[in-house]
Protein backbone atom coordinates (compact mmCIF):
# COMPACT_ATOMS: atom_id res chain seq x y z
CA UNK A 1 0.00 0.00 0.00
CA UNK A 2 1.30 3.58 -1.20
CA UNK A 3 0.63 6.10 1.80
CA UNK A 4 -2.38 5.84 4.53
CA UNK A 5 -5.47 5.94 3.30
CA UNK A 6 -8.48 7.84 4.28
CA UNK A 7 -10.85 5.06 5.04
CA UNK A 8 -10.39 1.05 5.64
CA UNK A 9 -12.70 -1.60 6.68
CA UNK A 10 -10.56 -2.31 9.64
CA UNK A 11 -8.01 -0.49 11.54
CA UNK A 12 -5.97 -2.50 14.14
CA UNK A 13 -3.62 -0.51 16.28
CA UNK A 14 -0.53 -2.79 17.06
CA UNK A 15 1.56 -5.28 15.30
CA UNK A 16 2.54 -7.47 18.07
CA UNK A 17 1.08 -11.01 18.59
CA UNK A 18 -2.32 -9.57 19.46
CA UNK A 19 -2.59 -7.37 16.30
CA UNK A 20 -1.30 -9.41 13.56
CA UNK A 21 -3.66 -12.77 15.19
CA UNK A 22 -6.65 -10.46 14.48
CA UNK A 23 -5.48 -9.27 11.59
CA UNK A 24 -5.48 -12.66 10.10
CA UNK A 25 -8.50 -13.66 11.10
CA UNK A 26 -9.81 -10.21 9.68
CA UNK A 27 -7.95 -10.83 6.19
CA UNK A 28 -11.07 -12.04 4.35
CA UNK A 29 -13.60 -9.80 5.89
CA UNK A 30 -11.95 -6.86 3.87
CA UNK A 31 -9.16 -4.73 4.10
CA UNK A 32 -7.06 -4.25 6.90
CA UNK A 33 -4.89 -1.66 8.15
CA UNK A 34 -2.40 -2.86 10.76
CA UNK A 35 -0.69 0.29 11.86
CA UNK A 36 2.53 0.42 14.85
CA UNK A 37 4.42 3.61 16.00
CA UNK A 38 7.94 1.25 16.07
CA UNK A 39 9.20 -1.70 14.37
CA UNK A 40 10.12 -2.87 17.80
CA UNK A 41 7.77 -5.30 19.05
CA UNK A 42 7.28 -6.47 22.89
CA UNK A 43 6.99 -9.84 22.16
CA UNK A 44 10.71 -10.60 20.55
CA UNK A 45 11.93 -10.07 23.85
CA UNK A 46 9.59 -12.71 25.29
CA UNK A 47 11.85 -15.61 26.77
CA UNK A 48 9.50 -17.56 28.43
CA UNK A 49 7.64 -19.59 26.85
CA UNK A 50 3.65 -20.43 25.60
CA UNK A 51 1.54 -22.57 28.24
CA UNK A 52 0.12 -25.09 25.70
CA UNK A 53 -1.31 -28.42 26.47
CA UNK A 54 -2.10 -29.42 22.87
CA UNK A 55 -4.90 -31.72 23.82
CA UNK A 56 -4.48 -33.59 26.88
CA UNK A 57 -7.69 -32.92 28.66
CA UNK A 58 -6.15 -33.54 32.54
CA UNK A 59 -3.63 -31.10 31.75
CA UNK A 60 -5.78 -28.16 29.89
CA UNK A 61 -7.63 -28.51 33.84
CA UNK A 62 -4.75 -28.27 35.41
CA UNK A 63 -4.02 -25.17 33.22
CA UNK A 64 -7.11 -24.22 34.39
CA UNK A 65 -6.55 -24.73 37.47
CA UNK A 66 -2.95 -22.85 37.96
CA UNK A 67 -4.26 -19.93 36.44
CA UNK A 68 -7.03 -19.15 38.74
CA UNK A 69 -4.85 -20.04 41.84
CA UNK A 70 -2.59 -17.17 40.27
CA UNK A 71 -5.27 -15.14 40.00
CA UNK A 72 -6.30 -15.03 43.27
CA UNK A 73 -10.04 -15.37 43.34
CA UNK A 74 -10.41 -12.36 40.14
CA UNK A 75 -10.22 -14.14 37.08
CA UNK A 76 -12.84 -14.89 35.16
CA UNK A 77 -13.44 -18.62 35.11
CA UNK A 78 -15.15 -18.33 31.43
CA UNK A 79 -12.48 -16.43 30.20
CA UNK A 80 -9.76 -18.91 31.40
CA UNK A 81 -11.62 -21.63 30.59
CA UNK A 82 -11.60 -20.05 26.79
CA UNK A 83 -7.64 -19.41 26.79
CA UNK A 84 -7.11 -23.03 27.93
CA UNK A 85 -9.47 -24.98 25.38
CA UNK A 86 -8.46 -22.81 22.35
CA UNK A 87 -5.05 -22.47 23.32
CA UNK A 88 -4.02 -26.04 21.40
CA UNK A 89 -5.75 -24.57 18.26
CA UNK A 90 -4.02 -21.49 18.43
CA UNK A 91 -0.42 -23.38 19.29
CA UNK A 92 -1.15 -26.16 16.30
CA UNK A 93 -2.02 -23.37 14.31
CA UNK A 94 1.28 -21.41 15.01
CA UNK A 95 3.01 -23.90 14.08
CA UNK A 96 1.57 -24.92 11.06
CA UNK A 97 2.30 -21.22 9.98
CA UNK A 98 6.23 -21.83 10.23
CA UNK A 99 7.13 -21.33 13.73
CA UNK A 100 10.12 -23.42 15.09
CA UNK A 101 9.61 -25.28 17.91
CA UNK A 102 12.03 -27.12 20.16
CA UNK A 103 11.89 -30.89 18.91
CA UNK A 104 14.63 -32.69 20.30
CA UNK A 105 14.10 -35.96 18.15
CA UNK A 106 10.49 -35.27 16.82
CA UNK A 107 8.95 -34.42 20.47
CA UNK A 108 7.79 -30.92 21.33
CA UNK A 109 9.52 -29.51 24.38
CA UNK A 110 7.01 -29.12 27.83
CA UNK A 111 8.81 -27.58 30.79
CA UNK A 112 7.96 -26.56 34.25
CA UNK A 113 8.04 -22.70 35.31
CA UNK A 114 7.19 -21.93 38.99
CA UNK A 115 3.51 -21.87 39.64
CA UNK A 116 2.68 -24.49 37.29
CA UNK A 117 2.10 -27.57 38.70
CA UNK A 118 2.65 -29.26 35.39
CA UNK A 119 5.27 -29.25 32.83
CA UNK A 120 3.12 -28.08 30.05
CA UNK A 121 5.22 -24.50 29.25
CA UNK A 122 6.55 -24.91 25.31
CA UNK A 123 9.27 -23.38 23.88
CA UNK A 124 10.76 -22.03 21.02
CA UNK A 125 14.99 -22.77 20.76
CA UNK A 126 17.09 -21.66 23.25
CA UNK A 127 15.09 -19.00 24.96
CA UNK A 128 13.95 -17.30 21.83
CA UNK A 129 9.68 -17.72 22.06
CA UNK A 130 8.92 -14.17 21.06
CA UNK A 131 10.37 -14.09 18.34
CA UNK A 132 9.65 -17.26 16.64
CA UNK A 133 5.98 -16.27 17.80
CA UNK A 134 6.15 -13.00 15.58
CA UNK A 135 8.50 -14.72 13.23
CA UNK A 136 5.64 -17.61 12.17
CA UNK A 137 2.89 -14.83 12.89
CA UNK A 138 4.35 -12.12 10.24
CA UNK A 139 4.69 -15.38 7.58
CA UNK A 140 1.31 -15.41 7.58
CA UNK A 141 0.18 -11.90 7.72
CA UNK A 142 2.82 -11.90 4.17
CA UNK A 143 0.54 -14.54 2.53
CA UNK A 144 -3.01 -12.05 3.29
CA UNK A 145 -2.67 -9.60 0.51
CA UNK A 146 -5.75 -7.56 2.21
CA UNK A 147 -3.47 -6.80 4.95
CA UNK A 148 -0.94 -3.75 4.83
CA UNK A 149 1.56 -3.27 7.98
CA UNK A 150 2.60 0.61 8.32
CA UNK A 151 5.33 0.85 11.04
CA UNK A 152 6.25 4.23 12.55
CA UNK A 153 2.38 5.87 11.98
CA UNK A 154 1.84 6.61 15.69
CA UNK A 155 -2.07 6.99 16.63
CA UNK A 156 -3.36 9.40 18.63
CA UNK A 157 -6.71 9.46 19.10
CA UNK A 158 -9.85 7.36 18.21
CA UNK A 159 -12.87 9.26 16.39
CA UNK A 160 -16.19 8.70 17.47
CA UNK A 161 -19.80 9.28 16.65
CA UNK A 162 -22.35 9.43 19.37
CA UNK A 163 -20.88 6.03 21.71
CA UNK A 164 -19.56 4.20 18.22
CA UNK A 165 -15.65 4.60 17.73
CA UNK A 166 -15.20 5.18 13.43
CA UNK A 167 -11.72 5.79 13.05
CA UNK A 168 -8.47 6.73 14.26
CA UNK A 169 -6.67 10.16 14.29
CA UNK A 170 -2.59 9.90 13.90
CA UNK A 171 0.26 11.55 13.18
CA UNK A 172 2.17 10.17 10.20
CA UNK A 173 5.68 9.23 9.53
CA UNK A 174 5.76 12.26 7.65
CA UNK A 175 5.14 13.93 10.80
CA UNK A 176 1.58 14.97 9.80
CA UNK A 177 -2.07 14.45 11.23
CA UNK A 178 -4.16 12.06 9.54
CA UNK A 179 -7.79 10.46 10.37
CA UNK A 180 -8.61 7.33 8.84
CA UNK A 181 -12.52 6.14 9.15
CA UNK A 182 -13.24 2.29 9.34
CA UNK A 183 -15.84 0.39 10.46
CA UNK A 184 -14.10 -1.20 13.41
CA UNK A 185 -10.81 -0.62 15.53
CA UNK A 186 -9.00 -3.03 17.55
CA UNK A 187 -6.77 -1.89 20.26
CA UNK A 188 -3.75 -4.22 20.46
CA UNK A 189 -0.96 -1.42 21.82
CA UNK A 190 0.63 -3.68 24.19
CA UNK A 191 1.39 -2.54 28.07
CA UNK A 192 2.78 0.31 29.93
CA UNK A 193 5.69 -0.69 31.84
CA UNK A 194 6.98 3.23 30.90
CA UNK A 195 5.15 4.54 33.84
CA UNK A 196 7.87 2.79 36.19
CA UNK A 197 11.33 3.97 36.40
CA UNK A 198 12.58 0.58 36.41
CA UNK A 199 10.62 -1.68 33.77
CA UNK A 200 11.65 -4.64 31.48
CA UNK A 201 9.05 -3.15 28.81
CA UNK A 202 10.10 -1.75 25.17
CA UNK A 203 9.79 2.68 24.75
CA UNK A 204 6.39 1.77 23.36
CA UNK A 205 4.49 0.39 26.19
CA UNK A 206 3.49 3.60 27.18
CA UNK A 207 0.06 2.86 27.86
CA UNK A 208 -1.65 4.70 23.91
CA UNK A 209 -4.63 2.28 24.08
CA UNK A 210 -5.38 2.41 27.72
CA UNK A 211 -5.87 6.38 27.28
CA UNK A 212 -6.77 6.38 23.68
CA UNK A 213 -9.78 3.84 25.07
CA UNK A 214 -10.83 5.87 28.08
CA UNK A 215 -10.65 9.57 26.45
CA UNK A 216 -13.20 8.34 23.99
CA UNK A 217 -15.27 6.75 26.95
CA UNK A 218 -14.72 3.30 27.25
CA UNK A 219 -13.94 1.35 30.59
CA UNK A 220 -10.81 0.61 32.06
CA UNK A 221 -10.61 -1.96 34.36
CA UNK A 222 -8.18 -3.91 37.08
CA UNK A 223 -5.34 -0.84 36.75
CA UNK A 224 -4.23 -1.48 40.11
CA UNK A 225 -2.70 -4.88 39.12
CA UNK A 226 0.69 -4.41 37.63
CA UNK A 227 2.94 -7.82 37.87
CA UNK A 228 6.70 -6.88 38.88
CA UNK A 229 9.26 -9.04 37.49
CA UNK A 230 11.81 -9.93 40.57
CA UNK A 231 14.87 -10.55 38.41
CA UNK A 232 15.94 -8.13 35.88
CA UNK A 233 20.04 -7.50 35.81
CA UNK A 234 20.49 -4.55 37.13
CA UNK A 235 23.99 -2.42 35.80
CA UNK A 236 24.37 1.04 35.10
CA UNK A 237 23.75 1.56 31.32
CA UNK A 238 23.07 -1.57 30.89
CA UNK A 239 19.33 -2.10 29.73
CA UNK A 240 16.79 -3.67 31.66
CA UNK A 241 17.00 -6.81 30.92
CA UNK A 242 14.69 -9.71 32.08
CA UNK A 243 16.01 -12.71 33.61
CA UNK A 244 13.62 -15.43 32.97
CA UNK A 245 12.23 -17.52 35.90
CA UNK A 246 13.21 -20.48 34.59
CA UNK A 247 16.79 -19.42 35.58
CA UNK A 248 15.13 -19.75 39.29
CA UNK A 249 13.26 -23.14 38.38
CA UNK A 250 16.24 -24.48 36.84
CA UNK A 251 17.89 -24.38 40.44
CA UNK A 252 19.08 -20.61 40.14
CA UNK A 253 19.71 -19.24 44.06
CA UNK A 254 18.93 -16.02 44.97
CA UNK A 255 21.46 -14.28 47.83
CA UNK A 256 21.79 -10.79 49.00
CA UNK A 257 24.77 -8.97 49.16
CA UNK A 258 26.17 -10.88 52.03
CA UNK A 259 25.66 -13.61 49.82
CA UNK A 260 23.26 -15.42 51.87
CA UNK A 261 20.24 -17.27 50.43
CA UNK A 262 17.57 -15.46 52.02
CA UNK A 263 14.08 -16.90 49.82
CA UNK A 264 13.33 -19.65 52.79
CA UNK A 265 12.78 -16.53 55.53
CA UNK A 266 9.80 -15.32 52.84
CA UNK A 267 8.06 -18.47 51.51
CA UNK A 268 8.27 -22.41 51.97
CA UNK A 269 8.84 -23.03 48.21
CA UNK A 270 11.86 -20.54 48.80
CA UNK A 271 13.53 -19.59 44.70
CA UNK A 272 10.82 -21.43 43.45
CA UNK A 273 7.64 -18.99 44.86
CA UNK A 274 5.46 -17.08 42.98
CA UNK A 275 7.05 -13.70 41.27
CA UNK A 276 5.32 -11.48 43.24
CA UNK A 277 6.18 -12.69 46.58
CA UNK A 278 9.92 -12.83 45.04
CA UNK A 279 9.81 -9.43 44.13
CA UNK A 280 8.52 -8.32 47.59
CA UNK A 281 11.48 -10.37 48.99
CA UNK A 282 14.41 -8.51 47.13
CA UNK A 283 12.36 -5.18 47.76
CA UNK A 284 13.07 -5.82 51.73
CA UNK A 285 16.67 -7.51 51.74
CA UNK A 286 17.42 -4.09 49.48
CA UNK A 287 15.69 -1.92 51.75
CA UNK A 288 17.30 -3.43 55.09
CA UNK A 289 21.03 -3.64 53.17
CA UNK A 290 20.63 0.16 53.81
CA UNK A 291 23.01 0.46 50.30
CA UNK A 292 22.51 3.34 48.74
CA UNK A 293 22.15 1.78 45.19
CA UNK A 294 20.93 -1.75 46.39
CA UNK A 295 20.54 -5.10 44.61
CA UNK A 296 20.53 -8.67 44.98
CA UNK A 297 22.09 -11.38 42.91
CA UNK A 298 21.04 -14.96 40.92
CA UNK A 299 23.33 -17.26 41.46
CA UNK A 300 23.76 -20.21 38.83
CA UNK A 301 27.30 -20.68 39.47
CA UNK A 302 26.40 -23.69 41.14
CA UNK A 303 25.12 -25.59 37.88
CA UNK A 304 26.41 -27.30 35.19
CA UNK A 305 27.97 -24.84 32.82
CA UNK A 306 27.32 -26.20 29.70
CA UNK A 307 23.42 -26.92 30.56
CA UNK A 308 23.03 -23.31 31.49
CA UNK A 309 24.58 -22.08 28.21
CA UNK A 310 22.51 -24.54 26.24
CA UNK A 311 18.93 -23.61 28.16
CA UNK A 312 19.66 -19.97 28.57
CA UNK A 313 21.50 -18.73 25.35
CA UNK A 314 19.86 -15.46 24.58
CA UNK A 315 20.56 -14.91 28.04
CA UNK A 316 24.24 -15.95 28.41
CA UNK A 317 25.06 -13.71 25.37
CA UNK A 318 23.26 -10.65 26.69
CA UNK A 319 25.04 -11.00 29.95
CA UNK A 320 28.46 -11.31 28.32
CA UNK A 321 28.01 -8.10 26.75
CA UNK A 322 28.16 -6.54 30.28
CA UNK A 323 30.99 -8.57 31.28
CA UNK A 324 29.04 -11.17 33.39
CA UNK A 325 29.39 -14.72 32.17
CA UNK A 326 26.41 -16.31 33.85
CA UNK A 327 28.03 -19.76 34.74
CA UNK A 328 30.99 -18.48 36.56
CA UNK A 329 29.55 -14.77 37.81
CA UNK A 330 26.54 -13.97 40.05
CA UNK A 331 23.97 -11.33 38.42
CA UNK A 332 23.30 -8.11 40.39
CA UNK A 333 19.18 -8.03 39.80
CA UNK A 334 16.29 -5.65 40.92
CA UNK A 335 12.93 -6.04 40.25
CA UNK A 336 10.94 -3.97 37.56
CA UNK A 337 7.49 -3.27 35.91
CA UNK A 338 6.79 -6.27 33.78
CA UNK A 339 3.21 -6.85 32.47
CA UNK A 340 -0.23 -4.30 32.99
CA UNK A 341 -3.24 -6.88 33.59
CA UNK A 342 -5.80 -4.27 33.44
CA UNK A 343 -6.47 -2.33 31.06
CA UNK A 344 -9.79 -1.90 28.09
CA UNK A 345 -12.47 -3.79 29.50
CA UNK A 346 -13.55 -6.41 26.95
CA UNK A 347 -16.19 -9.05 27.04
CA UNK A 348 -14.76 -12.25 25.53
CA UNK A 349 -14.57 -11.57 21.94
CA UNK A 350 -12.56 -8.20 22.28
CA UNK A 351 -15.54 -6.18 22.35
CA UNK A 352 -15.55 -3.12 24.58
CA UNK A 353 -18.80 -0.78 25.63
CA UNK A 354 -18.24 0.94 22.86
CA UNK A 355 -19.52 -0.15 19.04
CA UNK A 356 -16.74 -0.57 16.87
CA UNK A 357 -14.04 -0.51 19.42
CA UNK A 358 -12.02 -3.44 20.85
CA UNK A 359 -9.30 -4.57 22.52
CA UNK A 360 -7.11 -7.78 22.63
CA UNK A 361 -3.54 -8.42 24.17
CA UNK A 362 -1.87 -6.98 26.83
CA UNK A 363 -3.61 -3.48 26.49
CA UNK A 364 -7.09 -5.50 27.48
CA UNK A 365 -8.95 -6.62 30.41
CA UNK A 366 -10.69 -9.88 29.51
CA UNK A 367 -10.43 -10.74 33.43
CA UNK A 368 -8.39 -13.93 32.34
CA UNK A 369 -5.73 -12.59 34.49
CA UNK A 370 -7.22 -11.94 37.39
CA UNK A 371 -5.23 -10.69 40.06
CA UNK A 372 -2.04 -12.03 38.99
CA UNK A 373 -0.84 -13.18 35.54
CA UNK A 374 0.40 -16.99 35.43
CA UNK A 375 3.63 -16.56 33.99
CA UNK A 376 4.01 -17.31 30.10
CA UNK A 377 0.17 -16.83 29.96
CA UNK A 378 0.35 -13.56 27.76
CA UNK A 379 1.34 -14.70 24.26
CA UNK A 380 -1.13 -17.09 24.41
CA UNK A 381 -3.65 -14.59 25.53
CA UNK A 382 -2.53 -12.08 22.66
CA UNK A 383 -2.62 -15.41 20.63
CA UNK A 384 -6.27 -16.30 21.68
CA UNK A 385 -8.18 -13.06 22.28
CA UNK A 386 -6.18 -11.67 19.43
CA UNK A 387 -8.05 -14.41 17.02
CA UNK A 388 -11.53 -13.96 19.14
CA UNK A 389 -11.45 -10.16 18.60
CA UNK A 390 -11.06 -10.09 14.73
CA UNK A 391 -13.67 -12.62 14.12
CA UNK A 392 -15.93 -10.63 16.33
CA UNK A 393 -15.01 -7.66 13.99
CA UNK A 394 -16.05 -9.40 11.17
CA UNK A 395 -19.44 -8.42 12.10
CA UNK A 396 -19.28 -5.28 12.30
CA UNK A 397 -18.22 -4.98 8.54
CA UNK A 398 -21.91 -6.42 7.96
CA UNK A 399 -24.28 -4.60 10.47
CA UNK A 400 -22.22 -1.23 10.21
CA UNK A 401 -23.13 1.34 7.78
CA UNK A 402 -20.03 2.75 5.91
CA UNK A 403 -18.82 5.47 7.68
CA UNK A 404 -18.17 8.75 5.70
CA UNK A 405 -14.44 9.25 4.67
CA UNK A 406 -12.87 11.57 7.50
CA UNK A 407 -11.33 14.73 6.78
CA UNK A 408 -7.62 15.38 6.97
CA UNK A 409 -6.88 18.00 9.27
CA UNK A 410 -4.85 21.05 7.86
CA UNK A 411 -2.22 21.79 10.74
CA UNK A 412 0.42 20.02 11.23
CA UNK A 413 0.90 18.54 14.50
CA UNK A 414 4.82 18.24 14.27
CA UNK A 415 4.90 21.31 16.76
CA UNK A 416 8.74 22.32 18.31
CA UNK A 417 10.65 20.02 20.36
CA UNK A 418 9.49 19.46 23.61
CA UNK A 419 11.59 21.37 26.20
CA UNK A 420 11.59 19.20 29.25
CA UNK A 421 9.60 15.97 28.24
CA UNK A 422 12.47 13.73 29.33
CA UNK A 423 12.23 15.48 32.63
CA UNK A 424 8.57 15.17 32.65
CA UNK A 425 8.42 11.79 32.00
CA UNK A 426 11.00 10.74 34.22
CA UNK A 427 9.14 12.54 37.19
CA UNK A 428 6.43 10.56 36.32
CA UNK A 429 8.26 7.72 36.25
CA UNK A 430 10.05 8.20 39.96
CA UNK A 431 7.23 8.78 41.44
CA UNK A 432 4.71 5.65 40.34
CA UNK A 433 8.04 3.98 41.47
CA UNK A 434 8.42 5.16 44.68
CA UNK A 435 4.88 5.25 45.57
CA UNK A 436 2.36 2.87 43.42
CA UNK A 437 4.88 0.37 43.13
CA UNK A 438 5.67 -3.23 44.80
CA UNK A 439 4.64 -2.17 47.86
CA UNK A 440 2.02 -0.03 48.54
CA UNK A 441 0.52 2.66 51.22
CA UNK A 442 -2.23 4.91 51.48
CA UNK A 443 0.27 8.28 52.17
CA UNK A 444 2.22 6.86 49.28
CA UNK A 445 -0.21 6.48 46.97
CA UNK A 446 -2.17 10.35 48.09
CA UNK A 447 1.18 11.90 47.10
CA UNK A 448 1.21 10.18 43.74
CA UNK A 449 -2.34 11.08 42.74
CA UNK A 450 -1.08 15.00 43.85
CA UNK A 451 2.37 14.85 42.08
CA UNK A 452 0.25 13.66 38.92
CA UNK A 453 -2.35 16.43 39.26
CA UNK A 454 0.39 19.01 39.55
CA UNK A 455 1.42 17.55 36.08
CA UNK A 456 -1.64 17.66 34.64
CA UNK A 457 -1.58 21.40 32.91
CA UNK A 458 2.23 20.15 31.35
CA UNK A 459 0.65 17.13 29.49
CA UNK A 460 -3.15 18.78 28.43
CA UNK A 461 -2.34 19.94 24.89
CA UNK A 462 0.46 17.59 23.18
CA UNK A 463 1.66 18.17 19.70
CA UNK A 464 4.56 16.42 18.98
CA UNK A 465 4.83 11.95 19.69
CA UNK A 466 6.86 12.23 22.80
CA UNK A 467 3.94 14.72 24.09
CA UNK A 468 1.17 12.43 23.18
CA UNK A 469 3.59 9.78 25.04
CA UNK A 470 3.57 11.96 27.60
CA UNK A 471 0.22 12.55 28.56
CA UNK A 472 -0.68 8.84 28.04
CA UNK A 473 1.95 8.08 30.53
CA UNK A 474 0.00 10.46 32.43
CA UNK A 475 -3.04 8.96 32.27
CA UNK A 476 -2.26 5.77 32.40
CA UNK A 477 -0.40 6.35 35.94
CA UNK A 478 -3.21 8.33 36.99
CA UNK A 479 -5.37 5.08 36.60
CA UNK A 480 -2.84 2.78 38.46
CA UNK A 481 -2.40 5.02 41.20
CA UNK A 482 -6.28 5.72 41.80
CA UNK A 483 -7.58 2.36 41.18
CA UNK A 484 -4.66 1.39 43.59
CA UNK A 485 -5.70 3.93 46.55
CA UNK A 486 -9.26 2.70 46.15
CA UNK A 487 -8.74 -1.25 46.50
CA UNK A 488 -7.86 -1.19 50.21
CA UNK A 489 -6.76 -5.03 50.51
CA UNK A 490 -4.15 -6.94 49.15
CA UNK A 491 -4.69 -9.08 46.32
CA UNK A 492 -2.53 -10.88 43.58
CA UNK A 493 0.02 -8.28 41.93
CA UNK A 494 -1.59 -5.70 44.23
CA UNK A 495 0.23 -5.00 47.97
CA UNK A 496 -0.86 -2.73 50.62
CA UNK A 497 1.31 -2.79 53.88
CA UNK A 498 -1.31 -0.76 55.34
CA UNK A 499 -3.90 -3.58 54.48
CA UNK A 500 -2.14 -6.50 54.03
CA UNK A 501 -4.81 -9.39 53.89
CA UNK A 502 -7.66 -10.29 51.76
CA UNK A 503 -11.42 -8.48 52.15
CA UNK A 504 -13.67 -10.62 50.20
CA UNK A 505 -16.55 -8.99 51.19
CA UNK A 506 -15.63 -5.04 49.60
CA UNK A 507 -13.00 -6.43 46.57
CA UNK A 508 -13.66 -10.10 45.53
CA UNK A 509 -14.65 -6.92 42.51
CA UNK A 510 -12.94 -5.51 39.54
CA UNK A 511 -12.12 -2.06 39.66
CA UNK A 512 -13.60 0.10 36.75
CA UNK A 513 -13.33 3.57 35.37
CA UNK A 514 -15.36 5.75 32.85
CA UNK A 515 -14.17 9.00 32.92
CA UNK A 516 -13.78 10.04 36.38
CA UNK A 517 -15.70 7.60 38.48
CA UNK A 518 -14.30 4.49 39.70
CA UNK A 519 -16.19 1.52 40.83
CA UNK A 520 -15.81 -1.82 41.56
CA UNK A 521 -18.44 -4.59 40.06
C1 LIG B 1 11.08 -8.92 28.39
C2 LIG B 1 9.74 -9.59 28.27
C3 LIG B 1 9.63 -10.98 28.29
C4 LIG B 1 8.38 -11.61 28.19
N1 LIG B 1 8.30 -12.97 28.19
C5 LIG B 1 7.09 -13.57 28.01
C6 LIG B 1 6.98 -15.00 27.87
O1 LIG B 1 7.96 -15.71 27.91
N2 LIG B 1 5.75 -15.54 27.69
C7 LIG B 1 4.62 -14.77 27.65
O2 LIG B 1 3.52 -15.29 27.49
N3 LIG B 1 4.71 -13.41 27.73
C8 LIG B 1 5.91 -12.80 27.90
N4 LIG B 1 5.98 -11.44 27.98
C9 LIG B 1 4.77 -10.64 27.83
C10 LIG B 1 4.37 -10.60 26.37
O3 LIG B 1 5.52 -10.58 25.55
C11 LIG B 1 3.51 -9.37 26.09
O4 LIG B 1 2.47 -9.27 27.02
C12 LIG B 1 2.92 -9.50 24.71
O5 LIG B 1 3.94 -9.63 23.75
C13 LIG B 1 2.07 -8.28 24.38
O6 LIG B 1 1.63 -8.45 23.06
P1 LIG B 1 0.66 -7.41 22.42
O7 LIG B 1 0.35 -7.91 21.07
O8 LIG B 1 -0.48 -7.15 23.34
O9 LIG B 1 1.49 -6.04 22.36
P2 LIG B 1 2.99 -5.76 21.85
O10 LIG B 1 3.64 -6.96 21.33
O11 LIG B 1 3.66 -4.99 22.95
O12 LIG B 1 2.76 -4.80 20.62
C14 LIG B 1 2.25 -3.51 20.78
C15 LIG B 1 2.18 -2.86 19.43
O13 LIG B 1 1.42 -1.66 19.51
C16 LIG B 1 2.10 -0.63 18.81
N5 LIG B 1 1.66 0.65 19.40
C17 LIG B 1 1.62 1.01 20.69
N6 LIG B 1 1.12 2.26 20.81
C18 LIG B 1 0.85 2.69 19.56
C19 LIG B 1 0.35 3.90 19.00
N7 LIG B 1 0.02 4.96 19.76
N8 LIG B 1 0.21 3.99 17.65
C20 LIG B 1 0.55 2.95 16.84
N9 LIG B 1 1.03 1.80 17.31
C21 LIG B 1 1.19 1.66 18.65
C22 LIG B 1 3.57 -0.95 19.01
O14 LIG B 1 4.36 -0.29 18.03
C23 LIG B 1 3.52 -2.48 18.82
O15 LIG B 1 3.50 -2.79 17.46
C24 LIG B 1 7.22 -10.80 28.07
C25 LIG B 1 7.32 -9.40 28.03
C26 LIG B 1 8.57 -8.79 28.13
C27 LIG B 1 8.66 -7.28 28.09
Request: hydrophobic fraction near 40%.
Amino acid sequence: MKGLPAETDFVVIGAGVAGLRAAIELANAGRVLVLAKKDDFGALSAQGGIPSTLSDEEEVILHLQDTLIAGDGLCLQQAVKTLVEEGPERIQELIAWGRQLDRPKTKLVFETEPSYSHSHVLRAPGDSTGVETLRALHAKVQSCKNISVLEFEFSTGLLTEGERVTGVSLISEKGLPEEIASSAVLLATGGMGQIYRNTTNPEAATGDGVAMALRAGAEISDMEFIQFYPTVLYMKKAPRLLLSEALRSDGGYLRNIEMDRFMGKYHPLAEQAPNDVVARAIMHEMEVSHAKDPFVYLDMTHLSAARVQKRFPRIHAACIKHNIDITEDVIPVRPAAHFAIGGVRTDLTGKTNLAGLYAAGEVAATGVHGANRLASNALLEGLGFGARAGKAMRNELKHASKPASAQKKAASQNGPVDAGIEELIGQIQDIMWKDAGIVRTRVGMQEAVKVLEGLMPRVAHPRTRRAHEAANLHLASTLVARSALAREESRGSHYRIDYPGHDDKKFLKHSVVKGESLRFV
